[in-house]
């Protein structure tokens, strides 16, 4: 590597560290002053408040935005070197655009290997701990009771639970359907449902069974009742929130089960599974993104550059959004909507780069 080269990565990654601390810590006083009222009220301890949420709030969002935040550092170190007539002189000594690119890449892999990591082993192992604090010390949420609980157990069967108690592994007015070429064949119900530890199976007190044949109804009541769902306590009540706590080999392991399940959420687990990398990838694209705008001069100088940065951010955040309402509602995989926008992103800069040169 050249001098230029050890420049360029000195700049990149020193303004990249700036420009992060700067914006994480601006985020932090904000949230501090928007929430202090919930830690006073709840009585949060001091120590819980730095240790298991802004310290683990830093982490989360200053991963989360690696990719935004790479963007903006490029664009503001990459014009002042294109203000300063430094990219100039490369050019001048027949240094093509791609040759100069390497170095960015380079400091872009630098950011990207630990980003991964963060996203897909340290950070899940520290969400919950911040999750935990959120649910008790601000949103004041029980998260170990569950209303309107609706979960599909096979292709064929669904439960309704009105009320679940996570801690004691009970249910209250409970509805068992099970289905048969899209009509309803048998229905259980209950007043409880509980989780017997002995048989490992749950136990439905008032049970009344109704089994709906061609011509007739025919109705079971029993006092309670030992029935086997083929699911567990822990696999009955997951909420969206304890996939954010999987590593990623877990993550993978839960989608799979869920997948043969047939669960009406997956496609919830699976755009999590997507983002962890495609929110590191862009680290690439937006590193691209960045170089494009700001290696040239313009007449309105860094602020026109920064405004168009900032720009297509939203835009980038619109897409995504766009991306993750689009799976939930549609067919559509979320390996092709949550990775459009990095894919969109990406042919706009090989397009560019074809005319830069």
Known sequence: MKKFDYYIIKKFLFTFGLTISLILAIAVVFDFSEKIDNFIDHQAPTNLIIKDYYINFIIHYGVVFSGLITFVSVIFFTSRMSDNNEIIALYNNRISPYRILIPYLVSALFIFLPNIYFQNSFLPTKNEARLSFENKYIKNKDILREKKLHKQIDNNTFIFIKNYDVKNKRGYNVDIQKYSNNRLINKISGSTIIWDNNTQQ????????????????????????????????????????????????????????????????????????????????????????????????????????????????????????????????????????????????????????????
């Open 202 to 357: 749950w136990k439905i007190q008032n049970y009344i069974e109704k089994k709906i044949l061609d011509t007739k109804i025919i109705t079971i009541k029993r006092d309670k009742e030992l029935i086997n769902l083929n699911t567990s306590p822990e696999e009955l009540f997951h909420q969206t929130r304890s996939i954010k706590s999987m590593i990623f080999s877990e993550l993978k392991n839960f989608i799979k089960i869920e997948k043969k399940r047939g669960n009406e959420f997956l496609p919830i687990y699976q755009i999590e599974q997507n983002e962890r990398f495609s929110y590191s990838f862009s680290i690439f694209v937006f590193t691209l993104l960045g170089f494009l705008i700001a290696n040239k001069k313009h007449r309105g100088g860094l602020g026109y550059k920064l405004t168009a940065g900032l720009a297509i951010c939203f835009l980038y955040i619109f897409l995504m959004k766009f991306a993750i309402t689009l799976t939930i509602n549609s067919n559509i995989p979320a390996s092709i909507t949550v990775w459009s926008p990095n894919i969109l992103c990406l042919l706009v800069c090989l397009l560019s780069f074809k005319k830069l040169t």
